[in-house]
């Protein structure tokens, strides 16, 4: 078989760990199977180099950034490869522009391109094992960029597609994807098998286990993903295309994401091109729009309340102020709020399962818990609430649609 194991910065976050690494991939390559091992940097070093480059400069250049923090992960390429070869094994490390990851030019937050796996290919024909660098390439003109915040999931999971592999194994802290993030809930429970899309929902509403990319990449390159701790052996959590069985499970997870904030701009006039015109100087300035909801029109005037991550809630503010003055007083009428927190609950049986959102809502509302906005898709129900009861609302609803229970023992809704 082929087999890409990435590894992610706990993983690999002590000497002690990059050889029990070591030790991890050479059993499998000595088993009969090509090995590439994809690697991020030491835990916490990204976040130190970041702040590194805040020192320097409070609004540091997006080019600058990703040249400092690329190199987490050259260090780490470096050491597991020579950890490998202290045991006898025989590596080859790779940066990310030595395999041709070829991006395009948006800086913290590229996109891959495509990969020379011919590279890679000849590593195994000479029977070494390839590490390659995480969450960076380069693009067209030869800048270094960086794939976003646990961009490293999304280096392996192209890699496993470019090489064709058998599958990704994703290994890290927690034993696979649960039911909701474990060292929030004590009750979540592992999951077996997760559809891609499933997967795609709970990792883009804030459980940090796979980055959104990689599963949007498994999903349309068919690549089967293991998620498995790195610290036992274990069994982890398959994502895969969607089963029968899984339309039986009403939630499969609960998501949280604490970096919510709410802007409404009061009584714009309801006219055509008006939403139009306000979202077009936030489309601009790259700041992403999630929920939107516009109040019934009075008096040909209307309400409209978005949300938008809470780093970018005083420029969103600033850009509406000075992009379009005429449709909200000059800033009179913008209003924001930055404590708040989206609660989501996902799973592909709330097609065919009606009460789920009514049950949702009884669930919070029997803690006191105030919803301030609602959306929905056809397998997500997403609630923005106080930050401060984030923590509760996951706990209440996670257990009160069964998920601390074996699949086979959760009760379903009407
Ligand atoms: P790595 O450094 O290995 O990439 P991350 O910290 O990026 O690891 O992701 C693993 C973490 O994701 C876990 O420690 C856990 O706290 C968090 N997490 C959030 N939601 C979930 C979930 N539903 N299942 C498993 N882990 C989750
Ligand atoms: N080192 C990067 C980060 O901390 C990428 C990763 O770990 O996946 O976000
Ligand atoms: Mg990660």
Redesign the pocket.
Known sequence: MLIVQKF??TSVGTIARMKRVAKRCLETQRKGHDVAVVV??MSG???RLLALTRQIHEDPNDREVDVV?AT??QVSVGLVALAIRKLGGKAQSFLGHQVKITTDSAHSRARIRSIDAERIHQCFREGKIAVIA??QGMDEAGNITTLG?????TTGVAIAAALKADVCEIYTDVDGVYTTDPNICPSARKIERISYEEMLELASLGAKVL?IRSVELGMKQGVPIHVRSSFNKNEGTWVVPEEKTMEEVVVAGVSANRDEAKITVRGVPDQPGVAARIFQPLTEASIVVDMIIQNVSEAGHTDLTFTVPKGDVKRAVEFLTTKCGDLCGNGQRISYDDTLAKVSIVGVGMRSHAGVALRMFELLAKEGINIVMISTSEIRISVVIDAKYVELAVRVLHDGFGLDKPPEKRVTVA
């Not at 915040?149 to 999931?153: A, E, F, Q, T």
Request: hydrophobic share 15%; aromatic share 6%; glycine share 34%.
């Open positions: 992610g910065g991020s940097a070093e990204t976040n923090v987490g992960e995480g969450f915040r646990g961009g490293s999931d980055q």
